[in-house]
């Protein structure tokens, strides 16, 4: 999908940047005018509209100048989980029959299995195999990060076959992609630092923030996706609150069906 979403950019005159960071917003404390980006070099953009999903601590950090001490104190005060996915290609069609299960009990590390043929069938390339994706959730430095590559493909391995959900399937192959700041962390104090962040980024007339860490939300991705079209919609001259997604009390996934 995102491949064709680039396509589709490019055929309309833009372009798409990747490996490529951001390292510096300039502004004048209400518009940002230009924005400096490195992939090995680096070069200035200038800036009509700014949408951001970096996590609001690393977008104040490169804020050029920078916010005022207690927002950037905010900022450090919000915290994240961190997630490593190993994924496992398995010599065998089928495993078990749910997109995902939660693991719950103290035989294993891993949080969450996907089978990612159960999501779609494109997903796996050869319809001999099955990729499952070993979810561990963690903290950059801890003992489950600190694992090698090698060593969390043979722990995976070794807790799928504990699980028992693929007896009798070998594994063939297997990657490992670790991704730092995944979820953010609702503690006692995070919502009055958001809300000090969101009072001070609301004086840019040009930037938005969206997705689950230009928010702190815990948003799924139809939720990160809505945000970042209401944020398009919003360019174009529509008037959305993009910090209202997910944010109805109405949203529970406990709620039955139609409720």
């Known amino acids: 999908m995102w491949e064709r979403f680039a396509d589709l950019v490019v055929a309309a005159g833009g372009a798409v940047r990747l490996k490529t960071a951001v390292t510096r917003l300039h502004h004048d404390g209400r518009h940002i005018d230009r924005v400096e980006v490195s992939d090995g070099r680096s070069e200035t953009v200038q800036a009509g509209h700014v949408i951001s999903s970096l996590p609001l601590a690393t977008?104040?950090?490169?804020?050029?100048?920078?916010?005022?001490?207690?927002?950037?104190?905010?900022?450090?005060?919000?915290?994240?989980?961190?997630?490593?996915?190993v994924g496992l290609i398995l010599d065998a069609p089928v495993t078990f029959p749910d997109t995902w299960l939660y693991v719950h009990g103290p035989e294993a590390l891993v949080g969450r299995v996907q089978n990612f043929r159960n999501w779609s069938a494109a997903l796996v390339p050869d319809a001999r195999?099955?990729?499952?994706?070993?979810?561990y959730f963690c903290s950059v430095g801890d003992a489950t990060w600190s694992r090698t590559d090698a060593e969390l493909l043979d722990l995976a391995a070794r807790?799928?076959?504990?699980?028992?959900?693929?007896?009798?399937?070998?594994?063939?192959?297997?990657?490992?992609?670790?991704?730092?700041?995944?979820?953010p962390v609702y503690d006692a104090a995070y919502r009055g630092h958001v809300e000090r962040i969101r009072g001070y980024l609301a004086r840019f007339e040009n930037l938005q923030t969206i997705g689950r860490?230009?928010?702190?939300?815990?948003?799924?991705?139809?939720?990160?996706?809505?945000?970042?079209?209401?944020?398009?919609?919003?360019?174009?001259?529509?008037?959305?609150?993009?910090?209202?997604?997910?944010?109805?009390?109405?949203?529970?996934?406990?709620?039955p069906i139609g409720g």
């Open 59 to 85: 977008l104040l950090q490169r804020l050029d100048p920078l916010p005022p001490p207690d927002v950037l104190a905010a900022g450090q005060a919000l915290r994240h989980r961190d997630f490593i996915l």
């Open 129 to 135: 195999h099955t990729s499952l994706g070993m979810e």
């Open 159 to 183: 807790e799928l076959q504990v699980l028992g959900l693929a007896p009798g399937a070998r594994v063939e192959d297997g990657c490992v992609i670790r991704q730092e700041k995944a979820y």
């Open 213 to 255: 860490n230009g928010t702190h939300q815990y948003n799924n991705q139809d939720h990160a996706m809505l945000s970042g079209r209401l944020a398009a919609r919003n360019v174009l001259g529509e008037r959305h609150d993009v910090w209202a997604v997910n944010a109805e009390p109405s949203y529970l996934e406990d709620q």
